[in-house]
C-alpha cells in the first residue's frame, strides 16, 4: 500500500459535545452511518501539533510542522462483514495556504487556512497544553492542563470511542463518497486536571453549529500522540 503523507501528531486535545444526529445529516456522507457511543452522538473540537510531515517521503520544506484545528464527527461503514469506524470533518484548519490547497485538492476534504500558534509548557507533574486560531480579528483557544502520567484507554471507555476511529470519510457531493486510511497505533492519555475552551462555533463553522457556543462539553482529553500515515488508497463509493 503507497503511502501518500507521513507526520508524527503530538499532543491532540479532543473537546466533545453531545449533539442532535438531525443537525449532522447534511453533513453525512452518502454511504455511512452514525456512530453512537452509549447512544449519543458526538462532535469534536480537536487541536494539535502536525510535525515532520512529507509526502511521498519527500519533506515539506519550511512547512512540515504546524498546528491544526479540525471539527469531526463520527461514522461508521458497513463493508461485506466488516465495520469501519471513521470520522468525518466539518473544517480542517491549519496557517498554510498551500498545505490546504494541496490537502483540498487531493483529498477533496474541507480545508481553510487561517493564523494559528500554539503554546506548551510542562514540568515533574503538570503539562500545559494550548492551542489558538484566528477568525477575523478574534483569537480562539483551548487549554488544558493534565497530568504527565501516561496510561491507556480502557476497554469501552468514552477515550476509547472519540480516538480509535482509522478512516476518514469525505461528502463530495449528494451521490458521491471518498475513504481513507490513516494509520497509528493505540494512544495513551493524560489525566485532565483542568481546562478553558473560548471557540465562536458560528462565527467559523457557520449556524449550524451555534447550538455548541451554550453547550458544556462532555468531556475534553488529551492523547500523547505518535508517528501516523495516510494511504494514498481512496475509495469512492
Known sequence: MR??????????????????????????PKGVEFDYYNGKVY???????????????IPIPFMGTFE?????????????????????????????KIVAWVANKLYKEHYTAIPTKHKWASNNHIKEIQYQWKVQSKWN????????????METGSIEEFIFE?????????????????INHPSWE???IKHHEI???FAAFYGNDFEILNH????SVMLAEGSDISVDWKRVSF
Not at 476511529?165 to 486510511?181: A, F, L, M, P, R
Not at 453547550?215 to 462532555?218: D, F
Open 3 to 28: 503511502t501518500f503523507l507521513k507526520a508524527q501528531w503530538q499532543n491532540l486535545i479532543m473537546v466533545n459535545y453531545e449533539i442532535e444526529p438531525d443537525l449532522l445529516l447534511p453533513y453525512l
Open 141 to 152: 483557544s483551548m487549554k488544558i492542563e493534565a497530568s504527565v502520567t501516561k496510561n491507556k
Open 198 to 200: 473560548d471557540c465562536d
Open 165 to 181: 476511529h482509522y478512516y476518514g470519510y469525505t461528502k463530495v457531493n449528494e451521490q458521491h463518497s471518498i475513504e481513507y486510511k
Open 189 to 191: 492519555i493524560n489525566a
Open 68 to 96: 491544526e484545528v479540525n471539527l469531526r464527527f463520527y461514522v461508521i461503514r458497513k463493508v461485506d462483514n466488516e465495520t469501519r469506524r471513521g470520522v468525518v470533518f466539518i473544517n480542517e484548519t491549519v496557517p498554510n
Open 215 to 218: 453547550t458544556k462539553p462532555h
Open 43 to 57: 462532535i469534536s473540537l480537536v487541536g494539535f501539533l502536525f510535525k515532520d510531515s512529507n509526502i511521498f517521503s
